[in-house]
């Protein structure tokens, strides 16, 4: 690699890595917000919420890399020419193709990068994710050790307790059960203790009372008891959480027998030929969103009001070729033999630099077009 490329390239690098950085920081500190209240409200640790934020992040990098990827062209391609040193080039002979070499480098560097999240972390954190969530949803302990609060362990189930002794005893409990829309059900005890019985929690009332509310003809029976032993294990719906996800599936995987894993993940075919070449797609869309970056300033020319037309018109391109490709989504789930529209966008995206390259290596011609059609 020549020391030109070299030097835009380690630009790029650099200034690729300083957006990624502050992106992954700004939307991470949005979801942290939203997960530590979910997390810590429900009585867990902040070793938890620290954990479901490590593995939440492959996706998120994800997210922000091709826009971090476009943030860098556009930044450093403007620097360039801001300093003269683009002119200098050009005025050396090198071409708009040449320079555009270091960038269509660092586009497939970026572009390696989110094959590895794509294919192999962000699948991996994910499935490892939902297995921990659902290792907390059946929590119930954590879920109910929260003083002075009334919680919602699952819909329609309400419990409170007014202190905790530091021995473990619940003081003050009442336990609401309105699940049954034919019958509900109110404990009241003084005090109470959670037992683990193998997979299971018990919650052990002693010295309280017991409300049942028939709704058909509004009866309320009581019963006042010594202690009573509730099996909080059902206030978790019993649904199996593991059910295999082709999200959380490797890319390798996803190239088997569709018919199995559309039986197994409960997926059409549609949705697996999606979720496949979305990921194959994906890579290429880093490589887009750096060309587009650098061929629109480049051809932007020199403007007293700086080269901020050109950095809305090359946002404005990449939210366009973004839009197609989500729209495009629907269509392979309907139907998965039309999976290869699913590389319309990153095609379309190509023919554009292609064009915009071109005319910035022929500038003559763009005037000649222009003054034709004026005339």
Same mark, same amino acid.
């Given at each position: 690699m020549a020391r030109l490329d070299r030097y835009v390239l380690s630009q790029l690098v650099v200034l690729f890595g300083f957006f990624a950085l502050?992106?992954? *920081?700004?939307?991470?500190?949005? $979801?942290?917000?939203?997960?530590?209240?979910?997390?810590?409200g429900d009585g867990?640790? *902040?070793?938890?919420?620290?954990?479901?934020?490590?593995?939440?992040?492959?996706?998120? &990098?994800?997210?922000?890399?091709?826009?971090?990827t476009f943030a860098a062209s556009v930044y450093v391609t403007n620097r360039l020419n801001n300093e003269s040193e683009m002119t200098v080039m050009l005025a050396t002979g090198s071409s708009p193709w040449r320079l555009a070499r270091p960038v269509m480098v660092f586009g497939l560097i970026s572009a390696l990068m989110m094959s590895i999240?794509?294919?192999?972390?962000?699948?991996? *954190?994910?499935?490892q994710l939902g297995e921990r969530e659902s290792d907390v949803s059946q929590n119930i302990t954590a879920r109910?050790?929260?003083?002075?609060?009334?919680?919602?362990?699952?819909?329609?189930?309400?419990? =409170?307790?007014? #202190? &905790?002794?530091?021995?473990?005893?619940l003081r003050d409990v009442f336990l609401s059960d309105r699940?049954? #829309?034919?019958? $509900?059900?109110?404990?009241? +005890?003084?005090? *109470?203790?959670?037992?683990?019985?193998?997979?299971?929690?018990?919650?052990? /009332?002693?010295?309280?009372l017991a409300q049942r509310l028939r709704t058909s003809d509004m009866t309320l029976s009581t019963a006042k008891f010594a202690d009573f032993s509730f099996d909080i294990s059902a206030l978790v719906s019993g649904k199996d959480q593991k059910t295999m996800s082709i999200r959380n599936m490797r890319t390798w995987a996803l190239l088997g027998n569709w018919d199995a894993i559309s039986k197994d993940a409960n997926a059409s075919r549609g949705q697996i030929a999606e979720e496949l070449h979305s990921r194959l797609a994906q890579p290429l869309f880093c490589i887009v969103a750096?060309?587009?970056?650098?061929?629109?300033?480049?051809?932007?020319?020199?403007? $007293?009001?700086?080269?901020?037309?050109?950095?809305?018109?090359?946002? #404005?391109?990449l939210i366009f070729i973004d839009g197609i490709r989500s729209s495009l989504s629907d269509t392979v789930i309907k139907d998965a033999s039309l999976w290869a529209v699913l590389y319309v966008p990153a095609? &379309?995206? +190509?023919?554009?630099?292609?064009? /915009?390259?071109?005319? #910035?290596?022929?500038?003559?011609?763009? =005037?000649?077009?222009? $003054?034709?059609?004026?005339?």
């Amino acid at each position: 690699m020549a020391r030109l490329d070299r030097y835009v390239l380690s630009q790029l690098v650099v200034l690729f890595g300083f957006f990624a950085l502050v992106l992954v *920081a700004v939307f991470w500190i949005n $979801r942290a917000v939203v997960l530590f209240d979910r997390l810590i409200g429900d009585g867990q640790t *902040a070793l938890v919420f620290l954990e479901f934020t490590a593995l939440g992040l492959p996706k998120l &990098i994800a997210t922000v890399l091709p826009l971090a990827t476009f943030a860098a062209s556009v930044y450093v391609t403007n620097r360039l020419n801001n300093e003269s040193e683009m002119t200098v080039m050009l005025a050396t002979g090198s071409s708009p193709w040449r320079l555009a070499r270091p960038v269509m480098v660092f586009g497939l560097i970026s572009a390696l990068m989110m094959s590895i999240l794509t294919h192999v972390l962000v699948p991996t *954190a994910q499935a490892q994710l939902g297995e921990r969530e659902s290792d907390v949803s059946q929590n119930i302990t954590a879920r109910l050790l929260t003083e002075g609060t009334f919680l919602n362990p699952t819909d329609g189930v309400t419990f =409170y307790t007014r #202190a &905790i002794d530091d021995d473990g005893v619940l003081r003050d409990v009442f336990l609401s059960d309105r699940r049954d #829309a034919q019958e $509900r059900q109110t404990y009241t +005890a003084s005090e *109470a203790y959670l037992v683990r019985n193998g997979d299971g929690t018990t919650l052990i /009332m002693v010295d309280g009372l017991a409300q049942r509310l028939r709704t058909s003809d509004m009866t309320l029976s009581t019963a006042k008891f010594a202690d009573f032993s509730f099996d909080i294990s059902a206030l978790v719906s019993g649904k199996d959480q593991k059910t295999m996800s082709i999200r959380n599936m490797r890319t390798w995987a996803l190239l088997g027998n569709w018919d199995a894993i559309s039986k197994d993940a409960n997926a059409s075919r549609g949705q697996i030929a999606e979720e496949l070449h979305s990921r194959l797609a994906q890579p290429l869309f880093c490589i887009v969103a750096a060309s587009i970056g650098f061929s629109t300033l480049l051809i932007g020319g020199f403007s $007293r009001f700086g080269v901020w037309r050109e950095v809305v018109i090359a946002f #404005a391109l990449l939210i366009f070729i973004d839009g197609i490709r989500s729209s495009l989504s629907d269509t392979v789930i309907k139907d998965a033999s039309l999976w290869a529209v699913l590389y319309v966008p990153a095609f &379309i995206g +190509a023919s554009l630099v292609t064009g /915009m390259l071109f005319t #910035a290596a022929n500038p003559r011609w763009w =005037y000649l077009r222009r $003054r034709k059609a004026s005339a």
